[in-house]
């Protein structure tokens, strides 16, 4: 055990195996919310407070990702960051974008809004449930501007091969865009092989909603710009004698057009001073030892896998199909065990492992699944 339950709110006689989701809140939370309430009655005092709380969650950030603090923007979600890079770029009829068959909509839907201006969306099919780099390496050419893919899966559970997948997009002229909110504060996330890093906050890393992380590769992508602009993104040249002249920040503030989610900042800043007491060497081994155990187990009953079975294949998510997915996860409920069901209306139940699981969490999630009945029949076995 890395954590006690009870430094959770109603996390204790829970068997939550939902991080792919929603991750429980910790208790300490509340006090810092109650600083954030403290902190806004200070008047001017309190904007600097504010800011100072975002410097603060930045630099961890930074080090989470192993980049520049200066690199990290705060934006409103991830779905924000990938629809900032779709109009940051100045697109020409005939470019295209590569993207995933098995995508979160917000890592695909947003390309879909470059037809208009003659942009091919290529989209690549999955092989029994995995993206293959080869399967992106025939799609790519000349005209591919963008890569669009997420680091680990939130339907399949597969953890792309980061490094080589970096190497194949930077012998193009083609950006990679990544999205790592299912690996981020679970496995190692080297930012700084892609040139956009996008990443919710309310998942591994323990926040809330209302904030997501933009990370811009300023040394591979130095002209980038700001597609939308505010009092956040730059400074006026001339005052008020031109109101209108305007020069974007060097850092990622630029993409910053206003005042952040400040109360989920104060949030996310104290989520990150935990995973940082802990470890996050420890905590991506104990989450890959318990995934590796979910693995395992359904595997061995005979249900069919969706993710990959190699430690470096995988994160926190093991997903695999059934029939019946409704049943299964009501099923499970019903004994206090929480997992994640299906989405888009394809029979595929997710399990997702973080460092508040145990391995008495992971026995009675397998003894659950052995005596759900009719599983067996949707389990093929």
């Keep these: 055990m890395l954590i006690s339950k009870s430094e959770f709110i109603g996390l204790e006689g829970l068997v939550h195996l939902c991080a792919g989701g929603e991750t429980p809140?910790?208790?300490?939370?509340?006090?810092a919310v109650n600083r954030f309430f403290e902190d806004k009655i200070r008047g001017e005092e309190s904007r600097d407070r504010f800011f100072d709380t975002s410097a603060e969650a930045k630099?961890?950030?930074?080090?989470?990702?192993?980049?520049?603090?200066?690199?990290i923007a705060f934006l409103s979600s991830a779905s924000e960051g990938v629809n900032l890079l779709v109009y940051a770029l100045d697109w020409q009829a005939g470019d295209n974008v590569i993207v995933a068959d098995v995508e979160f909509p917000s890592d695909l839907l947003p390309w879909t809004r470059l037809?208009?201006?003659?942009?091919?969306?290529?989209?690549?099919?999955?092989?029994?449930?995995?993206?293959?780099?080869?399967?992106?390496?025939?799609?790519?050419?000349?005209?591919?501007?963008?890569?669009?893919?997420?680091?680990?899966?939130?339907?399949?559970?597969q953890r792309i091969d980061l490094k080589k997948l970096s190497d194949l997009v930077r012998s193009s002229r083609a950006i990679l865009?990544?999205?790592?909110?299912?690996?981020?504060?679970?496995?190692?996330?080297?930012?700084?092989?892609?040139?956009i890093v996008v990443s919710s906050c309310y998942k591994w890393l323990m926040g809330v909603h209302g904030v997501g992380i933009f990370y811009w590769n300023r040394n591979r992508l130095p002209d980038l710009q700001p597609p939308f602009v505010g009092w956040h993104t730059g400074s006026m040249l001339s005052g008020w004698q031109d109101p209108t002249a305007f020069e974007p920040r060097p850092d990622a503030?630029?993409?910053?057009?206003?005042?952040?989610?400040?109360?989920?900042?104060?949030?996310?800043?104290?989520?990150l001073d935990r995973l940082f007491d802990i470890g996050l060497d420890r905590i991506e081994d104990h989450?890959?030892?318990?995934?590796?155990?979910?693995?395992?187990?359904?595997?061995?009953?005979?249900?069919?896998?969706?993710?990959p079975r190699g430690r470096e294949e995988r994160a926190g998510n093991v997903c695999f199909m059934a029939?019946?997915?409704?049943?299964?996860?009501?099923?499970?409920?019903?004994?206090d065990i929480l997992i994640w069901g299906s989405y888009g209306g394809v029979g595929r139940a997710r399990v997702s492992t973080h460092f508040y699981n145990t391995d008495e969490d992971v026995d009675a999630f397998l003894s659950a699944m052995q005596t759900i009945p009719g599983t067996a029949a949707a389990a093929g076995a």
């Design 25 to 31: 809140m910790l208790k300490t939370h509340q006090d």
């Design 59 to 71: 630099d961890k950030i930074g080090r989470l990702f192993g980049v520049p603090a200066d690199d």
């Design 115 to 157: 037809r208009d201006r003659g942009v091919e969306i290529r989209v690549i099919k999955n092989r029994n449930w995995q993206i293959d780099i080869a399967d992106i390496a025939a799609q790519m050419d000349d005209r591919t501007r963008v890569v669009s893919i997420s680091y680990v899966s939130y339907f399949t559970g």
């Design 177 to 195: 865009s990544l999205d790592a909110t299912h690996a981020a504060g679970a496995v190692p996330v080297e930012a700084s092989l892609a040139d």
């Design 253 to 271: 503030g630029r993409f910053e057009p206003g005042n952040e989610s400040f109360i989920s900042v104060y949030v996310l800043n104290n989520a």
């Design 287 to 307: 989450v890959l030892r318990l995934s590796g155990r979910v693995w395992e187990g359904l595997a061995g009953m005979g249900w069919e896998m969706m993710t």
């Design 323 to 335: 029939e019946d997915v409704r049943a299964v996860t009501s099923a499970l409920e019903a004994r």
